[in-house]
């Protein structure tokens, strides 16, 4: 694992970083394929990818190193210089002990709850746990306040 996050940042030295795995829950079974599954695809990438701007934003303001993976090349977002990607699969397998299935040529997770209606997506940082629970915080709050009821 240490190898793949150094070829995905070789300017960044390990030492340090956290890796936040995030998990959302998806209301279909995206091991599927059609419209409704493709919509659902894109709510949790656009849901995700405004969570890990904020928080990345927030921590880089402090001073911290941060980027976050784009789950759909596995790219990351903010520091570019590479084309190695991060596999989420395989990142959640190896962190959180989830089992994994071949579906057709790809390799899914599958949640211990929801199976393999979950959308895994992940955040890195050099900042420190309190400083990074803070803005999870923050982001949480805004969000949640941001969401029609």
Known sequence: MARDVQSIFPDEQL???LLVPTCQQA???LVRTGEAIDREKDRLLERFMGWA??????????GYWCDYIDPCSGLPMIHQGTNNV???VEGLSLLLGYKTQNAGCCKIVLHPRWGSSVYPATLFTKA???ALQTAIQHTEQHLSAAQPH
């Not at 701007?53 to 402090?62: A, I």
Request: glycine fraction near 10%.
């Open 27 to 29: 209301d279909h079974d």
């Open 86 to 88: 991060y596999l989420e």
């Open 53 to 62: 701007q904020s928080v990345c934003g927030q921590l880089q303001q402090q």
């Open 15 to 17: 030492s340090g970083m």
């Open 128 to 130: 420190p746990v309190e």
